[in-house]
């Protein structure tokens, strides 16, 4: 179980690597007019869940992916605000 866990880790941050891909076309084209703002707040909002739930069951899984999560999709939503 203690690869599996590492493997997780690693899936979960790699997964949530999209966020940073779209905050970076964001911020680099100075454009955010195809982003739904709606999308990536519901976004912010199960990660941030997940994130809570990942701290109560003391998961580092659950922690790490959805950090990385929270991190990337509050750099989407702070580009939408300031180029939408």
């Known amino acids: 179980m203690k690869f599996y ?3 997780m880790i690693f899936m979960g ?4 690597l999209m966020f940073f891909i779209q905050a970076y076309k964001i911020f680099t084209t100075h454009s955010a007019v ?4 709606t999308a990536f ?3 912010f909002v199960g990660l941030n869940s997940w994130l809570i ?3 109560l069951l003391k998961s ?3 922690i790490l992916a959805n950090l990385a999560g929270v991190i990337g999709v509050s750099l989407v939503l702070v580009g939408t ?3 939408g």
């Open 13 to 16: 941050i790699t997964g949530n």
């Open 53 to 55: 739930y990942g701290f």
């Open 60 to 62: 580092k899984p659950l």
């Open 41 to 43: 707040l519901l976004s």
């Open 34 to 37: 195809s982003i739904s703002l």
């Open 5 to 7: 866990g590492k493997y």
């Open 81 to 83: 605000l300031i180029y």
